[in-house]
């Protein structure tokens, strides 16, 4: 995807009454002091400080060992200083305001992805204003948006996307609802599924998806909760279509995800070499084993699963059905994947545009709560959704995600400790501060 670069404009207004200009100029070398420091991996700091010049982090450590170059450092004050959060499983798509959240023959209409691009606007805001300065988007639009946050003129976190979701004809990506040539059309226009069948389809499905910008890829390995004609334990996709889909991606630097629910889906993803299973649900020892073995990392996405298990209106009986089933299951196999000591990121399935939603953009950091009462200590948790998030992009992971010298300067100050309370993340009001890439987004008034 060939995008220029685009200075931002000085009168550019971000409809807040704030320039532009204030949030994307160059920075040089500032401080950020704290009660107490979170750095993502390893022991927290009491009265610990950061040092930043331009987009990096310099110096962390206590602020009494500041080196004396630092000395003339001016220092803004946060109470508790952690990395930008992390979500590996969001889908920015308009979803319950611009479309229902299931089968909405219109989001395939001419003008529908313009129409969910301008209601992920405010999404993207207000997933940075919690805290939340990266994510990995597994189908969705912000993908395309991501040249405008990018280049200063939009305002989110860096976006990882995938930008469709590859699934066989009649798998979980499919519209079952629609004709098929209305879902194969929409996907090679751009739409958020592509449907590819055999090996050679599957390889050029990735070369397509890269050369729209995807900077990382999603195959659906199974059937799904949410779409209505298949089975959550029904397998999709042979080996030789995965290994297709899996080296493709290894040769341009990507990392693939799988939607991986039933047991056969997320095993043959595993022997195909995916770097993360979403999902997950019907994990156990065996899973768990070969998980380490690949060296695989589990995206549970419990978020979504506990809150469409308390609120499911809208939904038709047999997928209401599936939830049922699949959310007790999967508590059970997540608690046990901590136990075995598999890798964990931390990714919700958001997807709503109703701010009053449960499943709501920049409600992301319930999913720490879920993780603790799985069997993970808040700090555990916390380094699943900052330390750990980055690397399921494999080779193509950012310096981010931790307190340290040489990492992005992507940093939130918070209003309390976490370690004590998550509701000081879970709650964005008691997010205080956010930088991303060293320019400051969000400060009390």
């Known amino acids: 995807m ?18 532009a200009e204030t949030t994307t100029a160059a920075t040089t070398c500032f401080g950020i002091r704290s009660d107490f420091l979170i750095p993502g991996r390893g022991q927290p700091i009491t009265n610990g ?40 499983h969001v889908h920015f798509g308009g979803h319950g305001l611009a479309f229902s959240a299931l089968s909405d023959s219109s989001a395939f209409l001419p003008g529908a992805p313009t129409l969910a691009g301008a209601v992920t606007v405010a999404d993207l805001r207000r997933t940075l204003d919690a805290g939340f300065t990266s994510v990995r988007e597994l189908q969705g639009y912000a993908g395309y948006l991501w040249p405008g946050i990018r280049d200063g003129y939009l305002i989110g976190p860096n976006v990882y996307s995938s930008l469709a979701a590859l ?30 069948d055999g090996a050679d389809e599957c390889t050029k499905a990735v070369r397509t998806m890269v050369r729209r910008g995807a900077r990382c890829i999603k195959v659906c390995s199974s059937g799904g909760v949410l779409s209505l004609n298949d089975d959550p334990e029904d397998r999709q996709f042979s080996d030789a279509e995965l290994k297709a889909v899996v080296d493709e991606t290894e040769r341009s630097g990507r990392a693939v995800a799988a939607h991986a629910i039933g047991k056969a889906g997320i095993m043959a993803a595993l022997r195909a070499g995916v770097k993360s299973i979403e999902h997950g649900c019907y994990l156990d020892e065996e899973v768990a084993t070969l998980m380490k073995e690949k060296g695989a ?31 007790p299951l999967t508590r ?34 319930m999913e720490l709560a879920y993780a603790v009462k799985a069997g993970m200590t808040p700090l555990e948790a916390i380094e699943a959704m900052t330390a750990t998030a980055p690397e399921v992009l494999g080779r193509q992971a950012p310096k981010s995600g931790q307190l340290k010298a040489g990492y992005d300067a992507d940093l939130i100050g918070v209003a309390g400790n976490p370690l004590d309370d998550l509701a000081f993340l879970t709650d964005p009001n008691n997010v205080t ?10 400060s009390p008034v």
């Open 2 to 19: 060939r995008v220029p670069y685009h200075a931002v404009p000085p009168e550019y207004d971000d409809g807040e009454g704030e320039s």
């Open 49 to 88: 400080a950061v040092v930043v010049e331009d987009a990096t982090i310099q110096w962390v450590g206590d602020f009494s060992n500041l080196p004396a170059k630092y000395g003339k450092v001016e220092f803004h004050r946060v109470k508790v200083l952690l990395p930008g959060l992390w979500d590996c």
């Open 167 to 196: 699934s066989i004809t009649g798998g979980h990506g499919d519209d079952h609802e629609l004709p098929l040539c209305a879902v194969k059309q929409f996907g090679e226009a751009g739409g958020s599924s592509y449907l590819c």
């Open 297 to 327: 990392i589990l995206v549970a996405t419990r978020h979504i699963q506990e809150n469409l298990l308390i609120d499911h209106s809208g939904y038709p009986e047999p997928i209401v059905k599936k939830i049922e089933k699949l959310v």
């Open 332 to 365: 059970k196999n997540y608690s046990l994947a901590i136990e075995k000591g598999v890798k964990i990121a931390l990714g919700t399935d958001t997807l709503y545009s109703d701010p009053e939603h449960r499943l709501a953009h920049g409600k992301n950091a």
């Open 433 to 442: 501060h956010v930088w991303k890439g060293g320019k400051r987004y969000k």
